[in-house]
């Protein structure tokens, strides 16, 4: 990784004193409230902004003043309270909002923005013949007057930094986009936006746009070029790097990624791949604190309820994690053997310890591993311990440290069936209480038959089947998830339950750990009833056999 960057150029809206220094500017707020379901209130606008200040990100695109009231508010207290924030370093974010080449547009702007310190306008048309043609019935000689007149507006209002942007830049002519900038410059813009709006070129084809629209743009050296890449192919974020490579000295990212479709460039995989792999690209850096990227991707998923995949870049929960027995031996000797990243260097706190996950694909020395963290220091026994463990993961996704600690105890991960399922019935509806009847053999084949109601089908059943079985247990989970699709889709039922006063002697190891258990089973099938029935009936079984119990 490289090492520490220099520290951040003094702002000035048309240049960069460093070459190689990357503004990161921050669209989370108006883009990426863009997503489907993600819209967000005032307050957690602004408290999404504040992370955003304790990241460090260069502009803060606030929203969309003309929009609505609501956003209006929004960017305005933004800008009075964020933008005046000034940190030991003489750090300050600029405030950005959206206008489209309107007079009511970039008014509504100025007003919201001029209490900011550093007020930002961003000012933008769409530029390709399919936009001028179908969305804004206008031809390239008005979309130039426009530019001129809106541009030159804005700059009179009072605003001094003015970004224009091109929208579905990547899809124009070239010779008439690098105009319409021109023309922008001429009224006073200071930063130009190269918008891929569609996500339709791949990395190469954007490196090349970008250097072609450098070479071709009269006056574009007394301005900063800024890369808009959306995630249509998958490809923003790479798109976004190689666009700072032919130039382009300001990217615009989201948190997490989200934004309209598939999304934007993500702030954390470009401002982690410029610090992973900055001395590459000629010592390219930014101003971000990294330290900060978790708990801001965590309030944003949290604020647009848009849940991050477990294996997303950076943030995601897998990635930081092994499973794989080659990688989890190699992560043991050398952290860097599987870890290029660290995983404190985004704000994650984590023990001395890799992180595993033990399932199926693990290895011998991730178990040995792990037993060790638990207290158990295991050599003849582990041939055994790992036979065992293999045969219970094949069966299981994974194991948790409860189950581990149960085979070193010889606990019987196939236990006795104590219980079996004899039949069940349940009704349930919305206006009343769920009731359930469950008949249960026992191991001498006797039935014995409960009903219950409960707050639905599960919970009533549950309840039946513990007036029968009558185990002093707490449930801590029950997670139904359908593994197929369809009108008969196949249900995965998860159930982890804790003892809670059964005194186990065999419990107690030379370890000195003698904590409650706790004992997952799942079960899957098409009825989601059974599954769930099922899956705790099992659970059951495991916590009767560990403790001796007929």
């Known amino acids: 990784m490289a090492n520490s960057s220099p520290s951040r150029p003094i702002y000035i809206p048309n240049q960069i004193s460093d070459p190689n220094y990357i503004r990161i500017f921050d669209t989370t707020l108006r883009d990426g409230e863009q997503a489907p379901g993600a819209a967000l209130n005032g307050k957690q606008k602004l408290d999404i902004a504040k992370s955003l200040a304790k990241l460090g990100v260069d502009i803060i695109e606030a929203g969309f003043p003309s929009s609505s009231k609501d956003d209006f508010e929004a960017v305005r207290i933004i800008a009075k309270e964020v933008g005046n924030l ?117 990395p190469t084809e954007f490196e090349e746009f970008i250097a072609a629209v450098k070479a071709n743009t009269p006056g574009i050296d007394n301005a900063v070029i800024s890369a808009h890449c959306h995630n249509d192919l998958g490809q923003a974020s790479s798109s976004a790097i190689t666009g700072a490579i032919a130039g382009a000295r300001q990217l615009e990212v989201t948190i997490n990624g989200v934004g309209e479709r598939a999304g934007n460039a993500s702030l954390e995989e470009v401002v982690m791949a410029l610090k992973c792999r900055g001395e590459k690209l000629g010592g390219l850096y930014t101003g971000i604190n990294t330290r900060h990227i978790v708990s801001t991707s965590k309030m944003v998923e949290e604020y647009t309820g848009l849940m991050v995949q477990p294996h997303k870049a950076i943030v995601g929960a897998n990635a930081f994690v092994h499973e794989s027995g080659i990688h989890q031996d190699g992560v043991l000797k050398h952290r860097s053997t599987y870890e290029i990243l660290s ?70 991960f196939q236990p006795q069936v104590c219980w079996s399922l004899g039949d069940v ?50 449930l801590v989970e029950c997670s139904t998830n359908s593994v197929s699709k369809g009108t008969e889709a196949i249900a995965s039922t998860k159930v982890v339950v804790q003892e809670e006063k059964i005194h186990k002697s065999t419990q107690t190891s030379n370890n000195g750990l003698n904590a409650p258990c706790t004992f997952s089973e799942t079960s899957e099938g098409t009825d989601i009833i059974a599954s769930s029935i099922l899956a705790y009936l099992s659970a059951l079984n495991k916590v009767m056999s560990s403790s001796g119990i007929p």
């Not at 985004?346 to 037993?371: D, H, M, T």
């Open 86 to 202: 000034i940190d030991e370093n003489g750090y300050v974010p600029v405030i950005c909002g959206m206008a489209r080449c309107t007079r009511a547009d970039i008014d509504m702007a100025w007003e919201a923005l001029k209490w900011a310190k550093r007020p930002r306008v961003l000012t933008f048309i769409a530029t390709s013949e399919i936009h001028m043609k179908y969305k804004l019935r206008k031809t390239k000689e008005q979309v130039l007057q426009i530019v001129r007149e809106m541009v030159s507006y804005a700059k009179s209002l009072g605003f001094v930094d003015i970004e224009f942007g091109a929208e579905d830049a990547a899809r124009s002519e070239m010779e008439f986009l690098c105009q319409v900038f021109s023309e922008s410059l001429k009224g006073g813009a200071t930063t130009l936006c190269v918008a891929d709006t569609v996500g339709n070129l791949l």
């Open 425 to 474: 019935q349940v009704t349930c509806g919305i206006s009343g209480l769920s009731t359930a009847t469950v008949k249960l053999i026992g191991v001498d084949g006797t039935e014995h038959v409960a009903s219950s109601v409960g707050k639905g089908f599960i919970d009533a059943s549950y309840k039946a089947i513990d007036l029968i079985v009558k185990l002093p247990v707490t």
């Open 343 to 412: 995983p404190e260097d985004i704000g994650l706190a984590r023990s001395s310890e890799p992180a595993f996950v033990l399932g199926k694909l693990s290895g011998r020395n991730g178990l040995k591993s792990r037993l060790s963290k638990l207290g158990y220091e295991l050599d003849n026994e582990l041939d055994d311990i790992f036979q065992r463990f293999k045969a219970a993961a094949a069966k299981n996704k994974y194991l948790s440290d409860d189950d581990i600690k149960a085979l070193v105890s010889n606990e019987n």
